[in-house]
């Protein structure tokens, strides 16, 4: 069973710090892993999905990381804005089945002005 | 308007009634799924399809009954509600020619007094 460990769990920075969201996951025959935000009482936005084949994925400030090969994921947040300040989840899918995500408990940013 | 909907966004019913959350996208995705999001245990896969009529387990299951006679449907209902199953509720849907990149509805908060 796959099991999603996101470090840390809570993080606090003051407004323009560069910074770097961990997720690691057990089983790496994985097809694709997606970073979503969630703010707070919304429900999930899809920020960047990355292929099992490829190692980076940009999307503006947000550029995500995956080593498959030793179950890891990490999301870099450039030049953080107080509008980043939400949780951050990363969910692999697998290879197999009906390709159903497991999810990480979550990162809950906070960037202060 | 395109996308995936919910309703209601919220609701408050009390112990041994049932309940049905209403689930509704645009896009004629394949795949929909159901979960429930909790302090604790983050977001775990109560049901999924891949297809209309074509329905599976996740995780956490019991006390809970979907039905998808058409694509874009796929209510979740709860026969006799239970105080544990007080929680938010997430609608999600994905397709094969997008990698299965997941889309989620707003949420249904339900609450069972």
């Known amino acids: 069973k796959q099991e999603v460990t996101q470090i840390p769990a809570a993080l606090s920075v003051p407004e323009g710090e560069n910074l770097v969201l961990n997720c690691s996951f057990t089983d790496s025959a994985i097809y694709n892993l997606q970073w979503f935000r969630q703010d707070p009482g919304k429900g999930l936005t899809s920020l960047l999905l990355?292929?099992?084949?490829?190692r980076e994925q940009t999307s503006g400030r947000l550029n995500a990381s995956l080593d498959k090969s030793s179950g890891r994921s990490t999301l870099y947040i450039a030049a953080s804005q107080p509008g980043d300040s939400a949780t951050y989840l990363c969910?692999?899918?697998?290879?197999?089945?009906?390709?159903?995500?497991?999810f990480g408990k979550g990162t809950m940013l906070l960037v202060s002005p | 308007d395109a996308g995936i909907t919910q309703s209601p966004r919220y609701k408050i019913t009390e112990t041994g009634r049932q309940v049905t959350l209403m689930c509704h996208q645009t896009w004629s995705h394949s795949y929909m799924f159901w979960y429930r999001q909790d302090l604790g245990h983050g977001l775990r896969l109560i049901y999924y399809?891949?297809?209309?009529?074509?329905?599976d387990k996740g995780e956490v299951p019991d006390g809970y009954v979907v039905s998808r006679s058409k694509t874009e449907n796929f209510p979740l209902t709860l026969e006799s509600a239970t105080r544990s199953q007080t929680s938010v509720y997430f609608c999600?849907?994905?397709?094969?020619?997008?990698?299965?990149?997941?889309?989620f509805g707003p949420g249904t908060r339900l609450t069972v007094t």
């Open positions: 999600a849907s994905s397709e094969f020619l997008s990698s299965y990149e997941q889309y």
């Open positions: 990355i292929q099992s084949s490829q």
């Open positions: 399809s891949a297809a209309a009529d074509i329905t």
């Open positions: 969910a692999p899918r697998p290879n197999s089945g009906y390709s159903t995500l497991t």
